[in-house]
């Protein structure tokens, strides 16, 4: 039997040292599941939610997948956003992509990947999408880059249109969706600026973030 000994000693001596730093941490933590945030993000290994907006165990609420994706039959995903806004309570939804993500680069290449080529047809629906933007770029990784950013432009819409947003939003609860990118190679997270309030600013918000990224397209084949 192959065993994690390793893991489970890097765990002990991980809480000896916080323990010892911060004596307090534990009993405090018991008591602080109270976020603002929701990220939804990509499974990713690289890209650790807490770590890359440097936040504390308690302050926001995960949910990861691949690709981030927010699929309207998904109960998993549905679940975890119905407990943060109407449990938790919580002010934002976060939903974060990361240029260079798998999931993006293996539709772009056709590559079969098994069973989670079901789950990535619903890029390949992003995709047909905004093709016409897409086909002006002749570069794989800034095509890669700029359907990361569509991809998340597309799932802050898919929680705009959940019963769980327009039910919030209805009886005037506090909580805006906001979309991301992180940066694996310097670590810095781009805000796409789409930052939705409430129902009545959904359009706007979205036709305004598409625009943005098709403006940085067309400047790069500009150039």
Request: proline share 2%.
């Amino acid at each position: 039997m192959n065993r994690l000994d390793a893991l489970l000693k890097n765990n002990r001596d991980w809480a000896d040292r916080v323990k010892l730093e911060n004596p307090d941490f534990f009993s405090r933590l018991v008591k602080q599941q109270k976020p603002e945030y929701l990220w939804i993000g990509c499974s990713d290994s690289r890209v650790p939610a807490n770590q890359i907006v440097d936040l504390m165990p308690g302050e926001l609420f995960v949910h990861r997948n691949v690709a981030n994706l927010v699929v309207h039959t998904d109960l998993n995903c549905l679940s975890v956003m119905q407990y943060a806004v109407d449990v938790l309570k919580v002010k934002h939804i976060i939903v974060c992509g990361h240029y260079g993500c798998g999931g993006i680069e293996s539709l772009l290449k056709k590559s079969r990947q098994g069973l989670i080529d079901n789950w990535l047809c619903h890029i390949s629906d992003v995709y047909r999408k905004h093709e016409p933007l897409l086909a002006k770029l002749s570069g794989e990784g800034v095509r890669s880059d700029r359907l990361c950013e569509l991809n998340v432009l597309e799932q802050v819409t898919n929680i705009c249109q959940t019963t769980i947003l327009r039910d919030a939003w209805q009886r005037q609860q506090e909580i805006s969706v906001h979309g991301w990118v992180y940066d694996i190679h310097d670590g810095y997270i781009r805000d796409l600026r789409i930052d939705i309030d409430n129902h009545a600013e959904f359009d706007a918000g979205y036709r305004q973030a598409l625009d943005r990224i098709a403006t940085r397209i067309d400047r790069t084949v500009e150039n």
